[in-house]
């Protein structure tokens, strides 16, 4: 059987961790786009000279013409630019909007067949722009947020509860930005809710709260210590699970920024909410029932990716 293909588009810290992940797991042969020249090839270089040590077959190349990307089986956006201290994820709304414009275009162009998962910030509003520029069908273009979100989240949790990594699961809904929602009730350890743990004097409310406000800032604190960027390590392994569970039809349940078609009062517009990522791509939206107050704050979520949209459009009219 064939080697399936990987295209990165953008070579940057993200893109970089992406491709040196998808080469130590063989997910396929890997080509890493971006519009400077030689930071691709010399990524791929290097990344190559990994092979003989690791012992992976996989071909890297790096590039900066579109038709390397034909074919492709899976494709992770990070192209745009990242935040620095001071600014939030909506600043970089207008630059990042024009570059999904034309990874859009380059993607219809020569590789509507693949499972598409984009990381470029303000990632709801970026991801349904994706969407509309490449023209692909809705199921096989999703946003990674909240695969990281919900990782940070669990860390946090398994830090203040002492107990494996393992043992937790959390989820984390709505944009991905500081309206997101941790949600408690869905949140565990070995299946023992989060308010129960509370109830079983194991935390606090009022540790879970500021767990759940470090969670909102998650990124905003990496950016804060890095200075010159943003995150990576984090986000290029959570877009890596979401790319397996497309490869190898697990058919795993993650939270993703997904097109809602009426699910949660919510039409036509990307948020985070829990989905089944198989080979069909998007094969499920899962609604779970939600506290009021859990409801209310995806609300207030579902509200602000809006306005980001409304912003989408007046900058690019061929959105409307
Ligand atoms: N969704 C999420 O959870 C997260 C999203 N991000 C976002 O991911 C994006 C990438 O982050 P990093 O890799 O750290 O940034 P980076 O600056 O290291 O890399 C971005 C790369 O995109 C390239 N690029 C710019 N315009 C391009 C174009 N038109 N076509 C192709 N490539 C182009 C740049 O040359 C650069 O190599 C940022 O927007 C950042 O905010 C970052 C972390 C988490
Ligand atoms: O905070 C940022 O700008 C990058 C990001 O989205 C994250 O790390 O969650």
Excluded at 21 to 32: E, R, W
Excluded at 135 to 161: H, I, N, Q, T
Aim: glycine share 10%; aromatic share 6%; hydrophobic share 45%.
């Amino acid at each position: 059987m064939a080697r399936k293909k990987i295209a990165l588009i953008g070579a940057g810290n993200i893109g970089g961790t992406l491709a040196h992940l998808a080469a130590l797991k063989s997910l396929g042969d890997i080509v890493l786009f971006d519009v400077v020249e030689g930071v691709p090839q010399g990524k791929a270089l290097d990344l190559t000279q990994c092979a003989p040590v690791e012992g992976f077959d996989a071909k890297i190349i790096g590039t900066n013409d579109y038709a390397d990307i034909a074919g492709a089986d899976v494709i992770i956006v990070t192209a745009g630019v990242a935040r620095k201290p001071g600014m939030s994820r909506d600043d970089l709304l207008g630059i990042n909007l024009k570059v999904m414009k034309s990874v859009g275009e380059g993607i219809k162009a020569n590789a509507p067949d693949a499972f598409v998962i984009c990381i470029t910030n303000p990632l709801d509003a970026m991801v349904w722009a994706l969407r509309e520029f490449s023209g692909l069908p809705a199921e096989k273009v999703v946003g990674m947020a909240g695969v990281l979100d919900s990782s940070r989240f669990s860390a946090f949790l398994a830090e203040e509860f002492q107990v494996s990594i393992k043992d937790v699961t959390s989820f984390v809904l709505g944009g991905h930005g500081d309206t997101m929602v941790p949600v408690i009730e869905y949140s565990t350890v070995s299946g023992i809710p989060v308010p129960d743990l509370i109830k079983m004097g194991r935390s606090t409310q009022e540790k879970i709260d500021a767990i759940i406000k470090r969670t909102r800032g998650g990124g905003g604190e990496i950016v804060a210590l890095l200075k010159t960027g943003s995150a990576f390590y984090a986000p290029a392994t959570s877009a890596i699970s979401m790319a397996e569970s497309y490869l190898y039809d697990q058919k795993r349940v993650l939270p993703a920024a997904v097109n809602l078609t009426g699910q949660y009062g919510v039409d036509n517009l990307y948020v985070g909410v829990p989905v089944v990522i198989g080979a069909g791509g998007v094969e499920q939206i899962v609604e779970i029932a939600l506290s009021d107050e859990a409801k209310a704050n995806l609300d207030v979520s579902v509200e602000a990716v809006k306005e980001l949209l409304v912003a989408c459009k007046a900058i690019d009219p061929s959105l409307n």
